[in-house]
């Protein structure tokens, strides 16, 4: 079995917003609304500061409150691969997922169903890297399967300091940010 | 591997997901990389057609996706040297421009007076006639001289040679004269050869990087930010000078939050510092250059403790950084900038950058400058330009003797009648460049306009610069056409085809077709010795041994890459006029000018005034692309950053909006701010592009830098606009 996940480099992202973009063209996301987006953090006083850029999305979690949640059974996780999808034709648009995400990571696509990242599970099925992973020019983010010992996932956050968004919330993430 | 996920790992990952997945790799694609699939991969439909992007001027490679006439996505070409398979967002977004409900849709011809913005439709036969016409009674009645082309972008190749054809030598890009002019002059002066775009910078390679001013990560030179981050991962140093803590300044070992207008005095303090410790680079100081002694006499001055009262650094963060650059020369590299046209004494600034370089020895070196490798790809012969009328008409007003190119402000300066013009410019043509937004003093342009007899604007969308035209051209977009080859210089040469990945839209044509029309009317057809641009494509593509038909299925052709430093084999031979790295400019020495550069102070701004900087976002390309529905998802206005003192001062709200007025009483459209720690108290600082007025645009929103730039410095060396010398208050 596989777990899907991200390693998501701080220190090379620069906050272009391509994975942003390029996320929009690969799934036609509706216009006012994003699957994946910057957020810049910097604090300190001028000229001592210190920023951090991360490129955020749904962290396809390993309890995943919007699943837990959803009434009708559309939000799931996918079998061997740990991603959290959404049966569109199951879902009423009842935005109890989107009320449970802690990442505000979901939103209703004006077609009626609750839309987010799926971590490109349409290119990762024909052998291809996500849409945001494959164009990001500072190859920040690297997609992988963070069960498999010894992967390139696992050695860059053996080499360095890592976090995850929330942990608190008791979600288990599966993007983590190295630091 | 690329992205830490190689090919092998892939398919077993993939393999738990999918039956079948690794059968998407059983045919590896020309380039053998894992995150796209195979070029002529046609399954569900979708055409998978190689081209090179035309969002910025950095020519990367893309794939573009087509599907039943529409394209659906762009990618980067993975065997593209300047792409390597990935795109800035600018590129991921460049639909926005080809499906722009904004674009010109036909040719038209100007119905009431000019700058009134009105206008009939007519058919290119109409339009091309009556530019022909207007272009030989140019000719005849002054001299094609007095025929300008003022241009920007790729598009543009056919268009000059027509011009050049024609027998005019008045064509300029203000990406010269406005934006990297100085910095060439300045490297030429000092290694007899310029910096180029892209940049001769080894960033991948390099122990240390110094940016000066210089915001990559904002600024999305796709190649030179894929190199940042790998010099980062690396663990190169980097010093960030700026006074606006840029996302660059956020990933620095050291930044220097400088004083605006002073960096020549850290430049020289740094000189003071690297020459006193002995931490030059003896050996290549000794062999390459001249001048050391005059140059060691000439820095004594400017000790560290001196400069921190000029810029603010403190010595011991000028020492520290200095030793640094010693300790990792060679590979160490001060980054030469891209738009430098700051101050007015930007040559200066950039000769002090490459003479710091110098001493650290980085050009020609691993991690500092590169040589780019050679391709000759021969143009079909055509007969020889006429021999100019009037020598640099740009130059009649002043002159600037070492301006190489030709000036796109001081076309315009001759475009008014004065009594040393032997040449007043009567008509422009105008390519794909919206002067009113890239040239400084706006309202110096529109005078400018008003004493044409003719002008032609041909552009993909209505820009402001549209609505003063006498003969609009709508131009296909860089996805519905041909252009010449793209013969790259970087550290492989390459030769790129531009294709059109779908049929022009509208009545819109590509350049190469106007440009071949025109010179049927004009009776220049010798000078376009071929059937149609294919059949040019494929003569030139002939003379490299490569057929048309390769590059419209690869894109791209790389060529082996040649020694690139001095240490593998380039032998280092500098064309200045000693035939050595000039530390002291004879050639200024020559023309009167400081042979070594010198600080000079600039211009205060008064009480209650703050100097008006401003700069790029990742997500735009200036005003070109302000107006794309795609990338104005992400950021659709700029806003005004106001260091927090400054805002609690004039009561300024985050995120409220405010008028800026500049020294000489212009007023900006109102602006969001933004309140921040992260820019100095003395300038704010705005991104370029935004504040369209043209009423045919969607996309209003956001303040005109340019409006409020009045006045500039001119580079008494090349003519440079130093365009950093206003100064702005709040309207409350």
Redesign the interface.
């Known amino acids: 079995m596989a777990r899907y996940g991200m390693v998501i480099d701080t220190h090379r992202c620069v906050g272009c917003h391509s994975c942003v973009i390029s996320c929009f063209m690969e799934n036609s996301v509706p216009e006012g609304y994003k699957r994946d987006w910057i957020v810049e953090v910097v604090s300190g006083e001028f000229p001592n500061f210190r920023s951090e850029i991360r490129s955020e999305r749904c962290n396809h979690c390993d309890n995943p409150p919007c699943v837990f949640v959803c009434p009708c059974g559309a939000s799931y996780v996918e079998e061997g691969t740990g991603t959290v999808l959404v049966h569109n034709e199951k879902c009423t648009g009842c935005k109890a997922c989107i009320a449970a995400c802690p990442y505000d990571a979901r939103f209703i696509n004006p077609a009626g169903f609750a839309d987010k990242c799926t971590f490109c599970d349409h290119r990762v099925k024909d052998g291809l890297l996500p849409g945001c992973a494959t164009t990001c020019p500072t190859k920040a983010i690297n997609f992988g399967d963070l069960d498999q010992p010894g992967s390139h996932l696992h050695k860059l956050m053996h080499d360095r300091s890592v976090k995850s968004l929330k942990p608190s919330a008791g979600t288990g993430p599966n993007v983590y940010y190295l630091l | 591997m690329?992205?830490?996920?190689?090919r092998r790992?892939?398919?077993?990952?993939?393999g738990?997901?999918?039956a079948g997945?690794?059968?998407?790799?059983s045919g590896l694609n020309p380039w053998g990389l894992?995150?796209?699939?195979d070029l002529t991969h046609t399954g569900s439909g979708v055409r998978e057609i190689p081209t090179f992007c035309e969002l910025c001027f950095w020519k990367c490679g893309v794939i573009a996706k087509v599907k039943d006439g529409r394209i659906?996505?762009?990618?980067?070409h993975p065997g593209h040297p300047l792409s390597n398979?990935?795109?800035?967002?600018r590129?991921?977004?460049g639909?926005g421009l080809t499906y722009d409900k904004d674009r010109l849709r036909q040719p038209l011809i100007r119905a009431k007076k000019r700058g009134e913005d009105v206008f009939r439709e007519v058919t290119w036969d109409d339009a091309l006639d009556h530019i022909a016409e207007k272009m030989i009674y140019i000719r005849d009645e002054w001299s094609a001289d007095c025929f300008a082309l003022f241009n920007h972008g790729y598009g543009a190749t056919f268009i000059k040679h027509l011009i050049k054809a024609y027998g005019s030598h008045s064509i300029a890009a203000p990406s010269y004269a406005q934006c990297r002019g100085p910095r060439e002059v300045g490297f030429d002066l000092t290694f007899g050869e310029e910096v180029l775009s892209p940049e001769r910078t080894d960033i991948v390679n390099t122990r240390m990087l110094v940016l000066i001013g210089s915001h990559?990560?904002?600024n999305?030179h796709?190649t030179q930010?894929?190199e940042?981050?790998?010099a980062?991962?690396n663990g190169a140093k980097l010093v960030v000078v700026d006074p606006r803590?840029s996302?660059?300044?956020?990933?620095a070992d050291w930044?220097l939050?400088i004083k605006p207008a002073t960096d020549i005095a850290l430049l020289l303090a740094w000189m003071n510092v690297i020459i006193n410790e002995d931490l030059y680079d003896k050996e290549y100081v000794d062999k390459y250059t001249v001048g050391f002694e005059q140059l060691v006499q000439h820095v004594k001055s400017y000790s560290p403790e001196k400069v921190w009262t000029i810029t603010g650094i403190k010595p011991e963060l000028i020492r520290r950084t200095a030793r640094e650059m010693g300790h990792q020369k060679p590979a160490v590299l001060i980054h030469p900038g891209r738009h430098v046209t700051w101050y007015g004494d930007d040559t200066q600034r950039s000769r002090a950058i490459a003479i710091l370089n110098a001493l650290l020895g980085s050009w020609g070196r691993k991690g500092g400058f590169f040589y780019p490798g050679e391709l000759d790809v021969p143009k079909p012969e055509t007969p020889p330009y006429p021999k100019p009328s009037f020598d640099r008409v740009d130059l009649q007003i002043k002159n600037y003797p070492l301006a190489y190119n030709t000036l796109a402000s001081g076309l315009c300066d001759a475009t008014f009648p004065a009594p040393q013009t032997n040449c007043q410019l009567k008509a422009w043509f105008v390519y794909g460049t919206n002067l009113v937004h890239s040239l400084p003093k706006p309202q110096q342009t529109m005078e400018a306009m008003q004493h044409l007899k003719f002008l032609v604007v041909s552009d993909v969308l209505p820009m402001e610069i549209v609505g003063w035209a006498d003969v609009v051209l709508p131009d296909a977009t860089y996805l519905e056409r041909y252009d010449d080859l793209h013969v790259g210089r970087f550290r492989e040469p390459f030769v790129a085809l531009r294709q059109p990945v779908i049929e022009p839209m509208y009545d819109t044509r590509p350049p190469w077709w106007v440009a071949k029309e025109l010179a049927k009317r004009l009776n220049l057809d010798s000078y376009f010795p071929w059937d149609n641009i294919e059949q040019y494509l494929d003569n030139r593509l002939a003379t490299v041994g490569l057929k048309l038909s390769d590059l419209k299925r690869d894109g791209v052709k790389v060529f082996p890459r040649q020694p690139l430093y001095f240490e593998d084999g380039i032998q280092p031979e500098f064309f200045t006029n000693s035939g050595k790295i000039e530390l002291y400019s004879s050639s200024l020495a020559a023309h009167g000018y400081d042979p070594i550069p010198v600080y000079t102070e600039h211009g205060e701004p008064p009480q209650g005034y703050y100097r008006l900087l401003f700069g790029r976002a990742?997500?735009h390309t200036f005003g070109r692309t302000t107006n794309n529905p795609?990338?104005n998802?992400?950021?659709d206005s700029n806003e005004v950053w106001v260091?927090r003192r400054v805002a609690e001062e004039w009561s300024l709200e985050n995120g409220g909006d405010v008028i800026l007025k500049n020294q000489d009483g212009v007023e900006s459209s109102p602006v969001r701010i933004k309140v921040t720690?992260?820019?100095?108290s003395d300038c704010v600082y705005m991104v370029h592009g935004f504040g369209h007025k043209a009423k045919r645009l969607t996309n209003k929103k956001g303040a005109n830098d340019s409006d409020l730039i009045t006045r500039y410095n001119t580079d008494p060396i090349m003519g440079g606009t130093g365009m950093n010398v206003n100064f702005v208050t709040f309207v409350t």
């Open positions: 690329t992205n830490g996920i190689n790992q892939f398919i077993r990952l993939a738990f997901g999918a997945a690794g059968l998407a790799y894992s995150a796209h699939a659906i996505k762009l990618e980067g398979g990935r795109l800035c967002p590129g991921n977004g639909t990559l990560g904002e999305m796709n930010v894929q940042f981050a790998d980062i991962s803590h996302v660059a300044a956020g990933k930044y939050p990742p997500v795609v990338l998802r992400v950021i260091n720690e992260r820019i100095r």
